[in-house]
Structure formats: structure tokens, C-alpha cells
């Protein structure tokens, strides 16, 4: 897997992220397009591999937020080894796939964070039905953004999963 | 092997992470953030300026003011005259309370920083690009006249402001709405509703949840400004606007407790600069000595 290539993918996710959220949120919902990559390099990258950049991207994505440092290097971790795990029995290029992950990935980050409000006492309009709908809406462009960077694949040089005993990439 | 021993650093990291999240207060972990954090500028400012151009005409417009030409420029006269009366009472009062400096023109008082984008994430907060020193946490953040926030942390690698719409943030203001004085001008007419609590709600939303329905249904209505009356702030910001009144509705958990959202005027998510007001007298009357020494 190339690094740099993945860093890249990550830094843009962010900076896109940053920049144009306001204008992305429909009544408030906004998608996350952060996960869309994490969720990505998760599907194709070595299992170890894969791991480790998604921990490093929610790291990225941690130096940007006000909540506490680590909440979404906890969260993205829990997404991909998730991922991870369906590897084997899941359709890359498959819209289904492209739909289905992100939403759950989703609903995964949105317990993480509704488990930190809760501890934090946190309270508003930040209900379930809102990070749901979050959900729903990063599930939405999930074939958009997931079959467009399925296409640019060859730029990441990812590495089919090799068995047991063999040293990461 | 190897994957035994990456399994553990995983683990670990993973540990730490979540001991980080959930048992470290962010101000420990503020510092490294305000290093790292101008980094994504490059992507993140033409990204808000090119959203802002081809996207913003399909955000909430402001409703259009339907009233009558003529109704919009005679109120316009009036607050003229007002502003004009009360600037004059200001200098008088400058002359007498060292306190009342920085009342009036706040911008002069002000630094306009541009905006790099939000936090991403469910937070209502604006990331500003640069280098800040970490003396101006906790200054107010402006734009054009309203309160928008505080400076949350700042350092080398950029600042944050946390909006007052976030959740969490808790300020007190009053009600009030603008009244003919009975002499051809306006004035600015507070209700007698005592110490609301103006909270966060997110998604550029405040509530004030602290007042009993029938009051609130008797003395606020939709349209009613929400001004600054906190003492945390300073003496130049207060009665300054936090928002308008959207509206009054009674709290799906308490019946007779009234739940009245306030929005700001603009939408603080989108904004493309603010000021941070980060001046003292001081400063800028050496500011205007400097320019005068320069035009000679």
C-alpha cells in the first residue's frame, strides 16, 4: 500500500471536510466524508495495514475537532477493524457494499460519540434521530464517492491479504 | 509472530486512544492540536470559497423585508438619530469612566482574521488559519457588531473559535424588541423577563429553556432580538445581539416550561472572516499615532 498516496486521500477528505461542510448539511444533517476514506482504504488495504491508517487518519481528524483528542482515532479503529472483518465475505466493487458499510460505519462513530455526550453530560439537538440521519445521508453518497475512488485504486498499489505469519506492507 | 506483536501495539494504541477520549480534558490535549491544525488550509479555504460561490445560493435565504419603501427608509431615519444621540452621550460618559473606553465603535478594537473552515464533526466551532499567541483564549469573537463566540484555543499552527450556538455554551442575555420613543425616533425596549439562560443548542441554534410558558408566550415574540447581559463578557459587549427570537413553543419534557430557539442573523457555520476583538485602548491609539506619523 502506498503511504503517501493514502495520506494524501486522507488530507483532502479533512480539508474538504473543513471547508465545505456548512454548505453540505441538508436541515442540519451533515455527511461524513472523512469515513468515506477510512472506510475505503479499510476495504482494500492488508488487514494490518489497513488498521493502522485508519487509526492514523482519525489521529488527522482528532488535530481538527473540539471534542477530546482520540475520539475519532477510537472511532475510525472501530470502523475499520469492522471493515476488516467483512473483507472476505463482501463484494468490493459492489454498490450494495458501497451503500451498506458507510451507514454502518456510520452508526458505529455516531455510538462512539453518543457514548462521549453521554458521559460528558452533553445534551440538545443533537438527538439519535439527527446522527441517524447522519448515517443515512453518508450512506447515500457512499457509491458515488466509494465507486469513484474504486476506480482510482491502481494510485494506492493495495496488496491482496496474504495468511498468517507473512509482514505488513 | 509479527501479527501477534501488531495486535498488541494495536491494542495499546487503541487503549490509549480511548483512555485519551474519554478521561483526558481537551485543554491537556489543546497545544498539540494548535500546531497541527493550519495544515489543512491549502484544501480547506479555496474548498469554503469555491462551496460558498457555487453552493451558498441554495442555502436558507433571509426573508425578504416586505414592508413598504418608504416605512424601511423612515426607520432607517430614526435609528440614525438615535445612534447620533447616543454617541454623544457615550463620549460624555468616556470622559467620565475609564471602564466605558471601549464602548462604541468595537471594530476599532478588533482584528479581522479569515475563516478556514468548521470542526468537522457534530461541533459549532470555526477553525482560523495562522499563527496565534496563546495569550488571546478566551477573547470574544465578532462579526459585524453580533457576539459569535470565544476564542476556544489558540497557537502556531492556527486558533478555534467556539460559537455560542455549540453545544454547551451557556451565556445570559434579555429580550427585547425596537419601539417608537414617542419623539420620531427608536428605542430599544427590554422585556421584564428576568435572567434568561441562553444555551447551545447546535446546529446554529440557542434555546432558552429556563422560563415559564405563559410568560414567555405574553412577553416574547417571534422577531425579538436576544442581547447580550453577562458579566463573563466585557463591559463593551454587552447588549450586544446573540440572535432573534425564531420561536416560542412549550419543552416536550416539561409542559408548562417554555423552549424558545433563538437563531443568530447570520449563519455562523458560513462565515468567511470575523473579528477578534484583541485590542486595547493602548494599542490603538498607538495604531493611529503610527498611521498619522506616516500620511506627514
Known sequence: MRWLACFILAYLAIGIQIGADPYFRFHGVMPDLILIAVIFIAINARRDSALLGCMLIGAMTDLVTGVSFGLYTLAYSLVAMFVVSTQDIVYREHPLTHLSLPFFGSLLVTAVLFVYGLIHRESGAQTLTMLFASAVYTAALGPVLLGILQRMKRIFAFQPSRRRGRDMD | ?296
Not at chain 2, 494495536?10 to 497545544?31: K, W
Not at chain 2, 469554503?48 to 431615519?77: C, H, T
Not at chain 2, 422585556?191 to 410558558?213: F, H, K, Q, S, W
Not at chain 2, 447588549?239 to 419543552?251: C, D, E, I, K, T
Open chain 2, 1 to 296: 509472530m509479527p501479527s501477534l506483536r501488531f495486535n498488541h501495539v494495536f491494542g495499546v494504541l487503541l487503549l490509549i486512544s480511548a483512555v485519551s477520549a474519554f478521561l483526558i480534558p481537551p485543554r491537556f490535549t489543546n497545544p498539540l492540536r494548535t500546531l497541527a491544525q493550519g495544515m489543512f488550509s491549502p484544501i480547506s479555504r479555496p474548498t469554503r470559497i469555491l462551496a460558498a460561490s457555487a453552493l451558498g445560493k441554495f442555502q436558507e435565504q433571509p426573508e425578504p423585508d416586505g414592508r413598504p419603501d418608504m416605512d424601511i427608509r423612515s426607520e432607517n431615519d430614526k435609528l440614525r438619530s438615535a445612534v447620533a444621540s447616543l454617541t454623544r452621550e457615550l463620549d460624555q460618559l468616556r470622559a467620565v469612566h475609564a471602564d466605558y473606553e471601549r464602548l462604541g465603535d468595537i471594530a476599532a478594537y478588533c482584528t479581522r482574521v479569515s475563516v478556514m473552515g468548521v470542526s468537522p464533526g457534530k461541533r459549532d466551532s470555526l477553525s482560523l488559519p495562522g499563527s496565534f499567541s496563546s495569550s488571546i483564549i478566551g477573547f470574544p469573537v465578532l462579526y459585524e457588531q453580533s457576539v459569535i463566540g470565544k476564542i476556544e484555543r489558540a497557537g502556531i499552527g492556527g486558533a478555534q473559535v467556539r460559537l455560542i450556538t455549540d453545544l454547551g455554551v451557556v451565556n445570559r442575555g434579555r429580550f427585547g424588541r425596537f419601539v417608537d420613543n414617542g419623539m420620531g425616533g427608536v428605542m430599544f425596549l427590554a422585556t421584564e423577563i428576568t435572567d434568561p439562560i441562553i444555551e447551545g443548542a447546535g446546529n446554529g441554534v440557542m434555546l432558552v429553556r429556563n422560563i415559564g410558558l405563559p410568560e414567555a408566550e405574553a412577553a416574547i415574540h417571534p422577531g425579538d432580538w436576544v442581547v447580550l447581559d453577562d458579566s463573563d463578557w466585557p463591559t463593551a459587549l454587552q447588549n450586544r445581539r446573540l440572535g432573534s427570537v425564531r420561536a416560542v413553543r412549550a419543552r416536550s419534557d416539561a409542559p408548562l416550561v417554555a423552549e424558545i430557539a433563538v437563531e443568530p442573523s447570520h449563519n455562523l457555520l458560513t462565515l468567511q472572516d470575523v473579528m477578534v476583538m484583541n485590542k486595547t485602548p493602548a494599542r490603538v491609539e498607538e495604531g493611529r499615532s503610527i498611521k498619522d506619523k506616516g500620511s506627514r
